[in-house]
Structures are given as C-alpha cells and as structure tokens.
C-alpha cells in the first residue's frame, strides 16, 4: 500500500506564489509517474502535470503551462509542484498521485494511489 501526503497549500494573492510537496511512502518510488490533478468546487478532477520516474519529462496542461513547474527529488521520495502567477482560477484541492504505467498521463483513471489533497486559494 502506498501512501501520498500533499503539504504546502494556503491562501495566496494572484500573482503570487506556492510550493506543494507530495511525499510517498515505500521503497519504488523512483520507479513510477507522478501527476498533479487538482478540483475546483462544482467541476470535475483535472489533470494539472506530470513527471516521469526519472524526471526526464514533463508534461503539463494548457492552462498551466509557463506558471507551474513539476520536479522530484527521488532520495526524498517527493514530489513538487511550484506555482507562479498564480490566477483565482487555479483556486482548487490540489493532488497528487501514481501513474500506474502505459499512456495517457492527463487521464485520472491511469493513477492509482491519491493523496488526500491540499487546499489553494488565490484571491484577487
């Protein structure tokens, strides 16, 4: 059984910036993708980025694109997602989670393991 524990959420003005961190419990971490979704109220889990296991590629969403910056340090077993120019509308429950394998690194149900997610809100 993995475990995922996002930390770094909070209250930010747009513009500004955040930190989150995931960390993964159990020894293969390296060895698996790690996404960023995140869920506003009222709309349905979106896929924000993600990371290979080596952290050889990147991949994020449109909307993001230019502003976030995923990274892992694999000693650490975490994962991060740096946000700048941050917009009301990246106000959401963002988490992270584990690529189970194969393609499709945008689609929720090719991740297995979630975390409980951690809350950011940008006001304007």
């Known amino acids: 059984q993995v475990q995922l524990v996002e930390s770094g959420g909070g209250l930010v003005q747009a513009g500004g910036s955040l930190r989150l961190s995931c960390v993964a419990s159990g020894r293969t971490f390296g060895s698996y993708g790690m996404g960023w979704f995140r869920q506003a109220p009222g709309k349905e889990r979106e896929f924000v980025a993600h990371?290979?296991?080596?952290?050889?590629?990147?991949t994020y969403a449109d909307s993001v694109q230019g502003r976030f910056t995923i990274s892992r340090d694999n000693a650490k077993n975490t994962v991060y997602l740096q946000m700048n120019s941050l917009k009301s509308d990246d106000t959401a429950v963002y988490y992270c989670?584990?690529?189970?394998?194969?393609?499709?690194?945008?689609?929720?149900?090719?991740?297995?393991?979630w975390g409980q997610g951690t809350q950011v809100t940008v006001s304007s």
């Open positions: 989670a584990r690529h189970s394998g194969g393609l499709g690194f945008g689609r929720a149900e090719r991740y297995d393991y």
């Open positions: 990371i290979r296991g080596n952290g050889g590629y990147t």
